[in-house]
T-cell receptor, first 114, second 112 residues
Framework: DGGITQSPKYLFRKEGQNVTLSCEQN?????MYWYRQDPGQGLRLIYY???????QKGDIAEGYSVSREKKESFPLTVTSAQKNPTAFYLC?????????????FGPGTRLTVL | QKEVEQDPGPLSVPEGAIVSLNCTYS??????FMWYRQYSRKGPELLMY????GNKEDGRFTAQVDKSSKYISLFIRDSQPSDSATYLC????????????FGAGTTVTVRA
């Protein structure tokens, strides 16, 4: 089955620790995205990548970092610099170029800072 | 002011009722409009995708776009308990735009 997988489903972190969220897709999509979802605020774009070895900051990139070494993988690191990291994190992917219909989402990772 | 406004609800309806959801937006450049359904603790899934103004129907779902009023709607006919979810609107300006602008989502409960 083609799709997007995110792991872990739940993640707990102590203040001051960096954590990395995994996102893998087998849809052969070029573009991948990370969003953060907070109650009452909708989805906010953290980072996106159009091709391997290239990525751009979204609206709320501060305190986060990403890498895109493989087409299938786009891990997100939540650093200790992120002031309020407790949230639901969603990874998405899409085809690239003209007419790209929309983005397809993974099941999400819920991060809680203790 | 947010770029996309969506009433968070919650909205509770009896089974079989018509569910009416809507979003308003401020950027007149938006041309592509989407509705996503998100079950609790899951990722959003695409329901409808429309371009410019007009209606689009898919089974029990109808999406409407009124660009002159900067207003989009989603109607769910013959609602079922399985339709209980959060519905998110999203939009973008150009077909190859990577950035989607999302509403906050409306939580819907369909009572059996």
């Amino acid at each position: 089955d083609g799709g997007i997988t995110q792991s872990p489903k739940y993640l707990f972190r102590k203040e001051g620790q960096n954590v990395t969220l995994s996102c893998e897709q087998n849809l052969n999509h070029d573009a991948m995205y990370w969003y953060r979802q907070d109650p009452g605020q909708g989805l906010r774009l953290i980072y996106y990548s159009q091709i391997v070895n290239d990525f751009q900051k979204g609206d709320i990139a501060e305190g986060y970092s990403v890498s895109r070494e493989k087409k299938e993988s786009f891990p997100l690191t939540v650093t200790s610099a992120q002031k309020n990291p407790t949230a639901f994190y969603l990874c998405a992917s899409s085809i690239r170029g003209q007419g790209a219909p929309t983005q397809y989402f993974g099941p999400g990772t819920r991060l809680t800072v203790l | 002011q947010k770029e996309v406004e969506q009433d968070p609800g919650p909205l509770s309806v009896p089974e079989g009722a018509i569910v009416s959801l809507n979003c308003t937006y401020s950027n007149s450049a938006f041309q592509y409009f989407m509705w996503y359904r998100q079950y609790s603790r899951k990722g959003p899934e695409l329901l409808m995708y429309t371009y410019s103004s007009g209606n689009k129907e898919d089974g029990r779902f109808t999406a409407q776009v009124d660009k002159s009023s900067k207003y989009i709607s989603l109607f769910i006919r013959d609602s079922q308990p399985s339709d209980s979810a959060t519905y998110l609107c999203a939009m973008k300006r150009r077909p190859n735009d990577y950035k989607l602008s999302f509403g906050a989502g409306t939580t819907v409960t369909v009572r059996a």
